[in-house]
């Protein structure tokens, strides 16, 4: 099986025929803002970039018979390199990248079965293309080209639904392991990072009161569904720390998970009141409805900082983080409906412009600030699902929108009700 490729190189130009006025800049420079979309509707579900500064969108579109998972390459300056969609019907959850341009997709095909697909830099051809009976929902890669990979397992019924996390081989022909853990509920997975050791980071939330705890911030379950953090070492074949990360008497979902180069784990999600932020923390007050929480946990697992981050609205379960090994500034997306979410004076969009907009935040490495923060979105509605960051502190973000006049800055084809969208941006 092959990717079929749509279009690559000048060829790509003829999908973006729409020239929108570049949007207002401020101190944060927009490197580019452009829409990916096709006839169908076009979803963006997450972003990597590379050391050189080119960016790699997977999502899923319709554009071309049913619903089939796709990669962009877009270049530093915004020209798509190449566009490629699989053939086989699915969802598309996220990618990686590793130094020479290889990226690595998982996709949730049919049947609670998912593909582990590495493409070459190109985007030409597959080097490695795997099935595995269960549902991948994230992967990360490291040095070493070993894939990462995050996943629900269901073999037994008795305990619902578990969490799997694997170490897949450079050449993707072998498990270095594979392990499944969780509670006698059911555990929903959004997100695994890699540190430079080999530990692996995972996130999502649970309804179990016996979720596996180590070394935990809190070793009870505080409310439910309940938040959980776990870091498994090298091998994997035991925990670092293991916590839930959850409201009193609320419920708190986590989405998003990144790690620095000293091992401080950094996690964001969605919660109501009572969250367990620290003091000093840059947002102590909880906004309402359900607002964005960030938080950082040592290497051993104790809490460094935890911060609301919201309005008065919904701040939705769709989002990342990223962060600045050297520095550990945090890196937040997402989308809200609120009118009153947290922007900085130089924000590049400093108001809703209606629906929900996406949304884009730096946190101080300490957590007691804002550093940056700005919506991104026209007058329809955003969804903002993930962020990368790049080794010169340019940040990407992509998503979809419903909007005709989202904020772009290139050429730019909006062809569906719902088209992907990318934006480079350098926050200072």
């Given amino acids: 099986m092959h990717p079929t490729v749509a279009c690559s190189g000048d060829t790509c130009r003829a999908f973006k025929a729409v020239i929108q006025p570049q949007a207002p800049q401020t101190l944060a420079t927009v490197g580019y803002s452009t829409y990916l979309g096709f006839a169908g509707n076009d979803w963006g ?11 790699y969108v997977v999502g899923t579109t319709t554009s071309f018979g049913g619903a089939k998972p796709f990669v962009a390459k877009m270049s530093p300056t915004g020209q798509v390199v190449y566009f490629t969609y699989f053939s086989v019907d699915g969802d598309a959850r996220d990618i990686a990248v590793d130094s020479s341009g290889n990226t690595y997709v998982v996709a949730e095909i049919s049947n609670g079965q998912s593909i582990v697909a590495k493409l070459n830099p190109s985007g030409s051809a597959f080097v490695y293309y795997n099935t595995v009976p269960w549902v991948l929902n994230g992967v990360a890669v490291d040095s070493l080209r070993n894939a990462y990979l995050l996943g629900q397992y269901s073999g037994d019924s008795a305990k619902g639904v578990d969490v799997i996390v694997s170490k897949l081989n450079s050449g993707g022909t072998a498990f270095v392991y594979s392990i499944a853990f969780g509670g006698t509920q059911h555990e929903t997975t959004q997100d695994i990072a890699v540190d430079g050791s ?27 569904p309940n938040s959980f953090i776990t870091k498994l070492n090298a091998s994997g074949t035991g925990l670092i720390y293991s916590t839930y990360l959850g409201s009193p008497g609320g419920q708190s979902y986590g989405i998003g998970i990144a790690a620095d180069g000293a091992g401080n784990t950094y996690v964001t999600g969605i919660t109501g009141s009572n969250f367990p932020v620290t003091p000093g923390a840059a947002q102590t007050a909880f906004g309402g409805a359900f607002d964005r929480y960030v938080a950082k946990l040592y290497p051993s ?88 960051l790049d080794s010169s502190k340019n940040v990407y973000v992509t998503g979809d929108t419903n909007s005709g006049n989202f904020p772009t800055n290139v050429y730019s084809y909006a062809g569906g009700a719902t088209d992907a969208f990318i934006t480079k941006l350098n926050i200072p």
């Fill in 45 to 55: 579900y997450a972003v990597a970039a590379d050391a050189l500064g080119n960016a």
């Fill in 198 to 224: 080999g530990n692996a980071y995972v996130t999502g939330w649970t309804a179990s009161f016996n979720y596996p705890v180590w070394n935990a911030v809190q070793s009870t379950p505080p409310g439910g």
């Fill in 301 to 388: 697992g104790g809490l460094a900082y935890a911060t609301y981050l919201g309005g008065s609205g919904n701040e939705d379960a769709y989002g990342s983080i990223a962060v600045d090994s050297s520095s550990g500034t945090a890196y937040v997306a997402g989308h809200t409906s609120s009118t009153n979410f947290p922007v900085t004076s130089n924000a590049f969009q400093p108001t809703n412009w209606g629906g929900h907009d996406a949304f884009i935040t730096q946190i101080s490495p300490s957590g007691n600030a804002i550093g940056y923060s700005t919506y991104l979105g026209g007058s329809y509605s955003e969804y903002g699902r993930e962020i990368a």
